[in-house]
């Protein structure tokens, strides 16, 4: 599902996105019905396949930009793209380096790319197009009402999902509660967190290509994913079957790289994930207590791992009086009443939720 992306090139969408001086640039190019190609990098790697061209190291400016572009060479920029180095600069990459690209101006800015590593924006003057190469990676911009449609259709998707979520969190709390929660519930739970978080990096992606553009979207994706992420590692710690090679830092790896075809197959997931009797969806397992505690107001996690390590399941937390969680090191007498009652809340609105 999600278009993902590394850290390099997200960076890179980001300085050329709307409200950017470079964005700026290239908008005023190809108003003027004009192609170019733009280095962001002017180390001894840049200068090493550069051949011509003059030197200008001049204040970068979007009008100098779209001037500049009037020569048919390339123009160097300094890695942060404050500076303009050099313009009309014929460059010279490995020709064996491999291209899908056919233009000879896309074709260059590849090899460029897969050779030193840097980014690479070609402007295309015949499809008024912006492309952005970085190393082996690709990325067309999209036209901002098009990217605003896209960005306005995935909140919607990812406002349905998360109510889809919602209940099953609100269903997997009923059953810790009463003991019988089964894998399949767990890897339902997990599953539904995987498709939040991977459709709101769907929208992330879109927002750093928006810019200034993307605020509002920006504040909608918080307010949307708002404890997801720590509802998803509460749930793997709670039935993660650790062993000698296999811990938390694994098994949430494991759930993030999956395949979308394997995530929608819960036998598959509960595979990734190690979780005891992951072979029979339809077996009962014992949640640790990570997430009903989780959910109580101002409990530190250090404190959570000490309640955990010391009853170690939920059932024993929930059986415990104050003074058995007293005796954990960190809990006092206030922290002690605030988890009985908190927890016995909890239990008691999640029953009534879900046989009323």
Not at 56 to 69: T, W
Not at 316 to 325: G, P
Request: aromatic share 4%; hydrophobic share 45%; glycine share 6%.
């Amino acid at each position: 599902m999600a278009r993902r992306r590394s850290d390099a090139m997200l960076n890179a969408l980001a300085a050329v996105a709307p409200g950017k001086p470079l964005r700026e640039g290239f908008d005023r190019i190809l108003q003027s019905g004009m192609g170019a190609l733009i280095v962001v990098g002017d180390g001894p790697e840049v200068l090493n396949i550069c051949s011509g061209g003059f030197l200008l190291d001049a204040a970068f400016s979007p009008q100098r930009l779209s001037e500049l572009a009037k020569m048919d060479g390339a123009i160097v920029l300094a890695r942060d793209g404050s500076r303009i180095a050099r313009a009309n600069v014929h460059l010279v990459p490995n020709p064996n380096v491999p291209t899908s690209e056919t233009g000879t101006r896309h074709r260059t800015a590849e090899r460029v790319a897969r050779s030193i590593n840097v980014p690479v924006i070609s402007v295309s003057e015949d499809m008024a197009i912006i492309a952005v190469y970085l190393g082996d990676e690709k990325h067309q911009l999209v036209p901002i009402p098009r990217l605003l449609d896209r960005a306005n259709q995935a909140m919607k998707t990812l406002e349905r999902y998360k109510e889809r979520l919602v209940e099953v969190s609100n269903n997997l709390t009923a059953l810790e509660v009463e003991g019988l929660v089964t894998v399949r519930d767990v890897v339902v739970m997990l599953q539904r967190t995987e498709m939040v978080r991977r459709i709101a990096e769907e929208i992330e992606l879109d927002i750093i290509e928006l810019g200034v553009d993307g605020r509002l979207f920006r504040l909608q994706l918080e307010e949307a994913i708002s404890g997801v992420v720590d509802e998803r590692r509460a749930v793997v710690l709670d039935y993660l079957h650790e062993d000698n090679d296999w811990h938390f830092a694994e098994a949430s790896a494991g759930l993030s790289a999956i395949e979308m075809e394997q995530l929608l197959d819960l036998g598959a997931v509960a595979n990734v994930l190690h979780l005891q009797h992951a072979d029979d969806l339809n077996a009962l397992v014992q949640p640790k207590g990570y997430r009903m505690l989780s959910r109580i107001p101002r409990l530190p996690d250090n404190i959570i791992e000490r309640i955990v390590n010391h009853f170690g399941s939920l059932d024993a937390i929930m059986k415990a009086t104050e003074r058995n969680l007293e005796s954990v090191e960190g809990v006092g007498d206030h922290r002690a009443r605030a988890i009985t009652e908190g927890l016995g809340r909890m239990a008691e609105a999640s029953i009534l939720e879900r046989y009323n």
